[in-house]
């Protein structure tokens, strides 16, 4: 059975930066993309960003010009640098694997696997 687990959550005030990472182990297919997701308290669960296996990645509007999604296939991780953060940022941030790719961003329920999230808190 694979495996994801995040890190690199923490607190930090507005205009900073962060960078989150994602560990995979235990997978033979079913990340063909991988994406990071977030949840605020009251909230449904959104995408952030999407990557492919091949590199290709794709920003919900919010955040575009300010993080990155980037991967190591063969180290099997990935990260999202989040540079610039708002207060609205604020969210448990979950890493997430599945084997779909499309011009847009993936639903939440298109990802079979997933992290256990790690915590992100930007203040004012």
């Known amino acids: 059975q694979g495996q994801l687990v995040e890190s690199g959550g923490g607190s930090v005030q507005a205009g900073g930066s962060l960078r989150l990472s994602c560990a995979a182990s235990?997978?033979?297919?079913?990340?063909?993309?991988m994406g990071w997701f977030r949840q605020a308290p009251g909230k449904e669960r959104e995408g952030v960003a999407n990557?492919?296996?091949?590199?290709?990645?794709i920003y919900a509007d919010s955040v575009k010009g300010r993080f990155t999604i980037s991967r190591d296939n063969a180290k099997n991780t990935l990260s999202l640098q989040m540079n610039s953060l708002k207060p609205e940022d604020t969210a448990m941030y979950y890493c997430?694997?599945?084997?779909?790719?499309?011009?847009?961003?993936?639903?939440?329920?298109?990802?079979?696997?997933w992290g256990q999230g790690t915590q992100v808190t930007v203040s004012s």
């Open positions: 990557i492919n296996r091949h590199g290709s990645t």
């Open positions: 235990g997978y033979t297919s079913g990340t063909y993309s």
């Open positions: 997430a694997a599945s084997n779909k790719w499309r011009g847009f961003l993936l639903r939440p329920d298109e990802f079979p696997y």
